[in-house]
């Protein structure tokens, strides 16, 4: 990371949200670790809710915080496997599709690359994904603890505060809902 002294750190309000049949309060801990992490960088965490491997509510959930002014950002963590229940790149894609929303596919690539050096070929069966819709980032983290460590502070450490250089995503956020 090249931060830039001479630039200033502008904290973001980011929504978190765990997707999943089984976790609860007690046991989340990918987002216990999300959530640690996200305040430890200076940032805001304004909401933080589980939801079920459910696209609808999934959809509904973070409409939701689209349209609350609070939000700059909501990350995801689960979800993102090949199996039958993990709808959320299902859900976001909605999202996008409905909201004129555009894909950020570097995201998903360079997470997937990250994650080859902790875990090997197991990486190709992670959908992990970003997009913007309606002017805020919504990236989508697989469930482990392994992964949310891998695109906390191998991407979104970095491209989340406004000191990154040569460019970062802060730097970008007033300028999203332009047409």
Request: with cysteine; charged share 25%; aromatic share 6%.
């Amino acid at each position: 990371m090249a931060v830039d002294p001479s630039r200033t750190f502008k904290p973001v309000n980011i929504a978190l949200l765990t997707v999943s049949d089984t976790r609860t309060a007690a046991d989340d801990t990918s987002g216990d670790l999300l959530a640690e992490r996200i305040k430890a960088a200076g940032h805001a965490l304004v909401f933080r809710a589980i939801e079920v491997d459910d696209a609808q509510r999934l959809v509904a959930r973070i409409s939701n915080w689209l349209d609350d002014r609070s939000v700059d950002v909501i990350i995801t963590t689960g979800g993102t496997g090949l199996t039958g229940r993990d709808v959320t790149p299902e859900a976001l894609e909605r999202i996008r599709t409905s909201n004129e929303g555009k894909d950020i596919p570097g995201f998903g690539e360079l997470f997937r690359w990250i994650s080859y050096g902790t875990i090997g070929t197991s990486t190709v069966q992670s959908r992990a994904m970003a997009i913007v819709a309606r002017g805020k980032y919504i990236f989508a983290l697989p469930g482990s603890n392994g992964a949310v460590k891998d695109g906390w502070d191998g991407i979104l450490a970095e491209q989340l505060d406004s000191r990154n250089r040569p460019c970062n995503f802060v730097e970008l956020m007033p300028r999203l809902k332009e047409v």
